[in-house]
């Protein structure tokens, strides 16, 4: 959190990786907060585990990388890759106890009162036992592979994020005590929660996988003495290496490289507390790992697993209660899409809104006689994705179907290249996009041909193409048929299929074009608004705030009297509340039951009487202002408008429940009057909204019946 203002001394940016992981701090607040019902604590839980993974895998091995290369170069923060890691180090160690305590302190006790009993193997039944001998013997031992660890018998390679098990076994056939080795690895097929059902008297008992195979693990090893077992779990180096110079078939390159990362360098330890040092040291040695990454672990190792349990939950109050999106009438099926985007622009605000317009406006392309051509964008899409049938349906169909596919999503890889595979077996036109830059734009664009021509119909967005993610994740859904939008959204498709050096664009910014100069242009035309004394205001909300430029250029409009409120929901770099630098900038992350993932920018621009709006897929980062396609669009039907700022921004900026404040000081504090009676949460705010429009559009619906006479 170092990095200086050179004329003040003050503080000027805090470090990314410490933001991030100061984020990872909120998600398990949520755990601990008696707000939520009990089961979604277990799953906010999980979401710490599953994103100090990807922090690892992705991060910690590439600041890792950095100092076996000799590299010392800070960044903007002033902290160099070696004192990173070791402040890294602190927190991480900090956030696993709290995480731990969590489980152990709160949850666990909470969902036995709830009638939901996990418990540990040396507290388990006699009953409990000859069930899971059973269910051990048939389920569970036909599918494990014990592996000796001798001369003959080298060390195996472990996967990664694998669940496997350390034994210390002993011949009791000779005087002294041996330490000889063996490793179980647990296939993932098996369930790592197993469920004991209960009796009449008691209700159904619940146990970690890795201690079942603990409580049997003797039989795999007959006439030997199993001194000691424990469960570890390894995290390695999972960041794709691509040389642009090199690549010539970016996809057998990508599925070769996704092959290599199953075994790449190990970053991280998870194994169970109470390991002896001599064992311990032996394991390290053979995975080419420092001490210094090496986390004991009292509880289960994976929190990431806990999502079993959460499933296995059969009381439903102890979940979030169902909630049914809200689908505005002119876009529901049947009703012809194209009709109502030509009457007017459309926009939808995921998930209080359906995402089943933007599947059905894809199916009606595909079936649409009158509909020419289909473009569209893929970043993350669902296994089972409703679109990309559709997709192939148009191209059987005889459509002109392209899409461009982003192979380099992280961790959807494998995912991506099996549905360009399968997509290109059906006739679509998948094109892959550039090496250097990931397309992480959210565009389609249908060519339809009319009475009066060709018109073009697009779908701007601020998150995928995911049915599934669309029901978790806050974002905003634009269609549209203005010809000047549309027209630049071929363009920025030409600019991906085609060869462009420098495209332009006059009404999309578009990364690595112009996004980044424009926005920049905006904030500072804000600060010179406000030094001839006309009002200016910027809002931004997005999930992470870093690059050093902008920040710096928002420092210098809070300096000439911007008023900035930042919704920020990850990373920021930006130091609020620092008198001289940032005194009129506010920053608040919110975090509630669905993540906050819009990206939606608004500049007062007083001197044209009318503020600029924007939504789009970018954050302001240098990865999104540099290393890729991004789009952003402006807002422009007046009713659009004002929904997004009075409708979605200040309802956001009233959330005094579920907002955390940034401090100057880098800690992020509740509202004073967070735990009130009347203490507004957006979320829910948001959620009432589209119930209530529903209401009204059922009783709008209803028939009324006549009076009788």
Known sequence: MSGRNGNKGKIAYFNRELSWLAFNRRVLEQAEDDRFPLAERVRFLTFVGSNLDEFFEIR?????????????????????????????????????????TCWHNQLVPSLAEAKTVIKHKDDLTKREIQWLKQYFEEQVQPVLTPLAIDPTHPFPQFGNKSLNLLLWLDDPDTPQTERMLAFIPVPRILPRVVRIPGTTRTPPTYVFLNDVIKLFAQQLFPGYHLRAAHAFRITRNSDLYIDEEEVENLLQYIEEELYNLRKGAAVRLEIEDGVEDELLQQLLDAIKLSKQYVYRIHGPINLMRLSTLVELIEDNSLKFQPFHPYTPPSLRSPANIFDAIRQKDQVLHHPYDSFDPVVELVKQASRDPKVLAIKITLYRTSSDSPI????????????????????????????????????EDAGVHVVYGFVELKTHCKCMLIVRREENGLKRYAHLGTGNYHPKTAKLYTDLSYMTCREHLTEEVAEVFNTLTGFAKSPQFRHLLVAPYSLHRRMNQYILQEARNAKKGLKARIIVKCNSLINEETISNLYKASRAGVKIDCVVRGICGLVPGVKGMSENITVRSILGRFLEHSRIYYFENAAEERPLIFAGSADWMDRNFYRRIEVVFPVEEDDIRERLVNGILEPTLRDNAFAKFLQPNGAYLPAEDSHAKDAFASQDFFMDEAERKARVVEVEATPVEPDEE
């Open 60 to 100: 910690v091995s590439g600041l890792i990388q950095q100092v076996e290369s000799g590299s010392t170069k800070s960044g903007p923060d002033g902290l160099g890759p070696k004192e990173q890691l070791r402040r890294i180090r602190q927190v991480v160690s900090s956030l696993v106890k709290d995480a731990y």
């Open 388 to 423: 990309v049938k559709a997709l192939m349906d148009a191209a059987r169909n005889s459509k002109q179907v392209t899409v461009l596919i982003e192979l380099k999503a992280r961790f959807d890889e494998a995912n991506n290249i099996n549905w360009a595979k399968q997509m």
